[in-house]
Antibody, heavy 121, light 109 residues
Framework: EVQLVESGGGLVQPGGSLRLSCAAS????????MSWVRQAPGKGLEWVSV???????YYADSVKGRFTISRDNSKNTLYLQMNSLRAEDTAVYYC???????????????WGQGTLVTVSS | AIQLTQSPSSLSASVGDRVTITCRAS??????LAWYQQKPGKAPKLLIY???SLESGVPSRFSGSGSGTDFTLTISSLQPEDFATYYC???????????FGQGTKLEIK
C-alpha cells in the first residue's frame, strides 16, 4: 500500500528555517516524480516544487532561491528545506507522488496528510 | 506561466442535481489536465487525469471533458459525499510550474 507521511512542520519566526520530511512506503521515491504542494489557511492549492526521477528540480517563483527539494534514497524519504521563511509561507504542506509513465503527464496520484508550517513572531 | 481560471468559484446544489464546473487555461494545454476533490482537513484526491480519464476507484458519476483551453468536470447526480472543493491542475508546462485553478466550492443547497 502506498503511503506518504509528512513531518517537520511547526512554528518558526520570520527569517528562520525548517526542514520538512515525507516518508514514503509501498513504492520507491527515486523511481517517481515527487512534489510539494502547499495550501495557506482558507486558500487554494499552490504547487511549490518537484524533483524528477533523474534528479532535476524545479521551483515556484515564490520560493525559488529559498527552498530546496531533495531526497534520501536509502531512507525512501523526500525533503523540503525552507530558508528565509516569510509570513506568506504559512500553509499546510503536502507531498505528492507522480507515477512516471512514458509520454504521460505526471499527475499526482497519492498525497500525504500534510504538515502545518506557521511563520510568525 | 499558464493560468487556470475555474468557474464558478462557489456553487450551491442539491443531492441528485447534475453539476458542471469549468476550467479555462490561458493558453492551450492539449489534454494535460487533472481534477482533484478536497474535503475539509483532508488531502486532495485525484478524480480525473488526461482531461477525461477516470482514476481507478472513482465513481462513474464523475466525468471530465475538453482539450486545448476549455475543460469541464461534471457530476451527473450529486451524492452527499460529493460536497467538497474541486481543483483543476495543468501539466502542459515544461519546465513546471504545474498550476492549479483557484478552486470551486460545492455546497449543499
Amino acid at each position: 500500500e502506498v503511503q506518504l507521511v509528512e513531518s517537520g512542520g511547526g512554528l518558526v519566526q520570520p527569517g528562520g528555517s525548517l526542514r520538512l520530511s515525507c516518508a514514503a512506503s509501498g513504492f520507491t521515491v527515486s523511481s517517481n516524480y515527487m512534489s510539494w504542494v502547499r495550501q495557506a489557511p482558507g486558500k487554494g492549492l499552490e504547487w511549490v516544487s518537484v524533483i524528477y526521477s533523474g534528479g532535476s528540480t524545479y521551483y515556484a517563483d515564490s520560493v525559488k532561491g529559498r527552498f530546496t527539494i531533495s531526497r534520501d534514497n536509502s531512507k525512501n524519504t523526500l525533503y523540503l528545506q525552507m530558508n528565509s521563511l516569510r509570513a506568506e509561507d504559512t500553509a499546510v504542506y503536502y507531498c505528492a507522488r507522480s507515477v512516471v509513465v512514458a509520454a504521460t503527464p505526471p499527475y499526482f496520484d497519492y498525497w500525504g496528510q500534510g504538515t502545518l508550517v506557521t511563520v510568525s513572531s | 506561466a499558464i493560468q487556470l481560471t475555474q468557474s464558478p468559484s462557489s456553487l450551491s446544489a442539491s443531492v441528485g442535481d447534475r453539476v458542471t464546473i469549468t476550467c479555462r487555461a490561458s493558453q492551450g494545454i492539449s489534454s494535460a489536465l487533472a481534477w482533484y476533490q478536497q474535503k475539509p482537513g483532508k488531502a486532495p484526491k485525484l478524480l480525473i487525469y488526461d482531461a477525461s480519464s477516470l482514476e481507478s476507484g472513482v465513481p462513474s458519476r464523475f466525468s471530465g471533458s475538453g482539450s486545448g483551453t476549455d475543460f469541464t468536470l461534471t457530476i451527473s447526480s450529486l451524492q452527499p459525499e460529493d460536497f467538497a472543493t474541486y481543483y483543476c491542475q495543468q501539466f502542459n508546462s515544461y519546465p513546471p510550474p504545474y498550476t492549479f485553478g483557484q478552486g470551486t466550492k460545492l455546497e449543499i443547497k
